[in-house]
């Protein structure tokens, strides 16, 4: 029997400083490109497929957030007040009493073309990766027999690209509740949260890869990948 999500952790407390200027005025996840907020790809998305439990992680310029409830009365705004301290472990930190159901947690700075990649159904925890033939410097998995056996933090070839869409049985999430806590109240406060389950307690795990294409979402990660996307803002580098 597969395990179903419950419950959605939207990330979305960063500050933005790689799609500067723009972020200047707006947090990066409610930036539109062509006419449509980075983050409502993701609610939606989410919604469609039945995920209605979404706790949304702010921080720099929190109150922004505010006009989501317009259009998604249900969400819920958690603030982490460490968002211009610390590395995004402190997100999943200000949220750790919500990993005690199954769930999905994923960013809201992305662009989700494909709502199929959200459905809630899935065996094993663990990261949505695409299949990477030629070299790439994100993080890259590798697996055997379904099974994560190790992570690559500077790419290679061959192997699985890391996405920021992953999912967690309650067993699992529970885990990390108690090792995003070990490790934020120990002072390692400077590791993306990936890094907790990924390397940190990496044999704690037994984590899978949910399968997706690149052409099913856009992570846009820099001023220059906005402009590829929509050419409106182009008038920013003038």
């Not at 922004?64 to 999943?92: A, G, H, M, T, W």
């Not at 809201?108 to 159904?121: F, M, S, V």
Request: glycine content about 6%; proline content about 3%; hydrophobic content about 35%.
């Amino acid at each position: 029997m597969k395990n179903k999500v419950e419950r959605a952790i939207i990330m979305a407390a960063g500050l933005g400083n790689r799609m500067r200027p723009i972020t200047d005025e707006i947090p990066k996840p409610l930036v539109k490109v062509n006419g449509t907020r980075m983050i409502d790809t993701v609610i939606d998305g989410l919604m469609k497929n039945g995920i209605n439990d979404i706790t949304i992680v702010v921080g720099y310029k929190k109150e922004c957030f505010e006009i989501l409830k317009e259009k998604y009365p249900n969400i819920n705004l958690v603030e982490n007040r460490y968002y211009d301290q610390y590395n995004n472990i402190s997100s999943l930190y200000s949220v750790r009493d919500k990993l005690d159901r199954a769930c999905i947690i994923l960013d809201g700075d992305q662009l989700i073309y494909n709502d199929k990649i959200l459905a809630p159904e899935f065996d094993l925890s663990g990261y949505s990766g695409a299949w990477v033939e030629n070299d790439t410097d994100e993080w890259l998995m590798q697996e055997k027999d379904g099974v994560v056996t190790e992570c690559s933090r500077t790419g290679g070839s061959k192997g699985w690209q890391l996405y920021s869409i992953s999912r967690w049985t309650k067993d699992d999430a529970l885990k990390l509740k108690k090792f995003v806590q070990l490790e934020f109240e120990n002072d390692n406060r400077q590791i993306y949260w990936d890094d907790v389950p990924m390397f940190c307690h990496f044999k704690e795990f037994t984590l899978g890869i949910n399968p997706i294409s690149k052409e099913d979402l856009v992570e846009i990660d820099s001023f220059q990948d906005l402009v590829k996307l929509d050419n409106t803002y182009s008038k920013y580098t003038i």
